[in-house]
């Protein structure tokens, strides 16, 4: 996940995730696991929500790789 997470990363440190069922797609994970670990990246401080226009709000956040 944190692969994908890096690939989707932009050069100041936001991203805004797929979807969780095309993550869940993607990685062929169940949605319930991708949405757990995105929980416990929240918790972690690894994903910082942000809000960007136009985007819905639990799919943008501000990266700290080196909390992971």
């Known amino acids: ?8 990363t932009d ?8 979807t969780r069922q095309d ?3 993607i990685t062929d994970l169940r949605f319930e696991t991708i949405s757990r ?3 416990a990246l929240e918790r972690t401080q690894v994903l ?14 501000r990266v700290d790789l080196a909390a992971a």
């Not at 692969?3 to 989707?8: E, M, T, Y």
């Open 37 to 39: 670990i995105i929980k």
């Open 48 to 61: 910082l929500p942000i809000k960007v226009d136009g985007v819905h709000a639990t799919r943008s956040f």
């Open 11 to 18: 050069s100041a440190g936001q991203v805004v995730l797929p």
């Open 1 to 8: 996940m944190l692969g994908l997470i890096r690939l989707f």
């Open 23 to 25: 993550i869940a797609d």
